[in-house]
């Protein structure tokens, strides 16, 4: 079976800087949930823009749900799929209210207002936010906007999620029932977080990136054998060393 989603050797450069991704590739299977670290301006953002065509890479393929993606029209097609919840809630929610926020992606889809309507309820149901269905948006906390962002994202049944940085601004007790949430869904996703915590209880999988270079780090350690042949090795090195 295809990968759902397939970057194959992508770099990019901005106009002001050095390449931020070289040769950079990665897929996300089915069930996955995959963590991308690294430190900041390492470029993790950028490639979650690349995947969904908002940055059109200097070199490399990418390719979805069994398709590759080219043209504007086949990125159109696979934003309706992909549900992108960007590191700033303010660049995601633009309506007055709660409410038309969390409708406008099943409108745009096609939904009717009414089917529009009960997927907001639903969503906000399952995310306990009820209670926020007629706040103005702009005068939410910086943690309510973000799990109202994930509301939005949610409520247009994407195949696939990306999360930048969904944790941030959370407290406690939201960090935990995002968790649970992002735990239960279905769906795969490409989650960015520098929080250790989060990673370790969600992470089926993740991936390094730096110096333009994704590297694997859920890979299996050395095995015993291995750790015996480096010692003596660097035994030997020392030596050799110490001999000269
Ligand atoms: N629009 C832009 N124009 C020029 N440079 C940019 C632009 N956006 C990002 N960069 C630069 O590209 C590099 C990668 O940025 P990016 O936001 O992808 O990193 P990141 O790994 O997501 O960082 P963080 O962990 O801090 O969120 C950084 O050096 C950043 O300053």
Not at 210 to 234: F, I, Q, Y
């Amino acid at each position: 079976m295809s990968s759902l989603i397939e970057l194959n050797d992508i770099s990019y450069g901005y106009r002001s800087g050095q390449k931020v991704l070289d040769r950079v590739s990665l897929t996300l299977d089915a069930g996955e949930r995959l963590f991308i670290t690294g430190p900041n301006g390492a470029g993790k953002s950028t490639l979650l823009r690349i995947l969904v065509g908002l940055i059109k890479p200097h070199h490399g393929r990418i390719s979805a749900f069994g398709q590759p993606r080219v043209q504007e029209a086949d990125f159109h097609d696979l934003r309706c799929r992909v549900g992108f919840i960007v590191q700033d809630p303010d660049d995601q929610l633009f309506c007055p209210t709660v409410v038309e926020d969390i409708a406008f992606g099943p409108l745009n889809l096609g939904a009717s207002r009414d089917e529009a309507l009960a997927i907001v309820d639903e969503v906000l149901d399952q995310l306990h936010l009820r209670h926020l269905r007629e706040r103005i948006t702009h005068e939410l906390s910086g943690g309510e906007k973000r799990l109202v962002s994930v509301a939005a994202v949610l409520a247009m049944r994407p195949d696939v999620l990306l999360l930048d940085e969904p944790t941030n601004a959370l407290d406690e007790e939201n960090l935990e029932r995002l968790e649970e949430i992002l735990r239960d869904l279905p769906q795969a996703m490409i989650l960015i977080s520098h929080d250790p915590h989060f990673r370790r209880k969600l992470a089926t999988r993740t991936l390094e990136l730096r110096g333009g270079k994704l590297s694997d780090r859920s890979a299996p350690k050395c095995s015993a054998a291995d750790r015996g042949r480096d010692a003596v090795n660097a035994n030997a090195n020392a030596s050799a060393s110490a001999a000269q």
